[in-house]
């Protein structure tokens, strides 16, 4: 065993992540093992980052594709600067600033009309009267941003 290679058990329990979950992240390609002449399981422990990552991108929304796209981005035959993974990440920036945004709106406006249709706030009637907003389509039309000027 190389001396940063972990146990499927070790980096389950340093990522704190049951085994399955390794197991789904290597059958998507997040990560990768090697297997040992007896056919154990091996994982740099490099790969620690990557699953770190992945459960911070998925946390705030991020699908797994979209968190694929960018592992892909990060070389695996070299050493791994921040450089590298900076390059990697700078396709996330807009989606990401776009995340933040509905993020700060819904802290923000959660105790206000957000143009949902649910005329249950005592705002709603001057907010949204009688769910104008719900004719410019579906969803909380003020939160989302969509809602026009009419109401
Ligand atoms: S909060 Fe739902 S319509 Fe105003």
């Known amino acids: 065993m190389r001396p940063n290679d972990l146990s499927v058990g070790e980096m389950a329990a340093r990522a704190g992540v049951p085994v399955s979950?390794?197991?789904?992240?290597?059958a998507e390609g997040l990560i990768e093992s090697?297997?040992?002449?007896a056919n154990h399981r091996r994982y740099d422990r490099r790969e620690l980052r990557r699953i770190a990552i992945?459960?911070?991108?998925?946390?705030?929304?991020?699908s797994l594709k979209e968190v694929k796209a960018?592992?892909?981005?990060?070389?695996?035959?070299?050493?791994?600067?921040?450089d590298d993974w900076a390059a990697a990440a700078s396709?996330?920036?807009?989606?990401?600033?776009?995340?933040?945004?509905?993020?700060?709106?819904?802290?923000?406006?959660?105790?206000?009309?957000?143009?949902?249709?649910?005329?249950?706030?005592?705002?709603?009637?001057l907010y949204n009267p009688e769910d104008v907003l719900?004719?410019?389509?579906?969803?909380p039309r003020r939160?989302?941003?969509?809602?026009d000027e009419r109401a």
Not at 110 to 122: A, E, H, K, R, V
Not at 134 to 139: I, P, R
């Open 34 to 37: 090697w297997r040992t002449p």
């Open 21 to 26: 979950t390794l197991h789904y992240y290597e």
């Open 54 to 62: 992945v459960r911070v991108a998925l946390t705030v929304g991020v």
């Open 91 to 125: 396709p996330w920036a807009d989606m990401l600033d776009e995340k933040i945004e509905l993020l700060q709106r819904l802290r923000d406006q959660m105790g206000f009309c957000i143009g949902c249709g649910c005329l249950s706030l005592d705002n709603c009637p």
């Open 143 to 147: 939160w989302t941003g969509e809602a």
């Open 134 to 139: 719900g004719e410019n389509g579906a969803g």
């Open 70 to 82: 960018v592992l892909d981005g990060v070389p695996r035959d070299k050493a791994v600067g921040k």
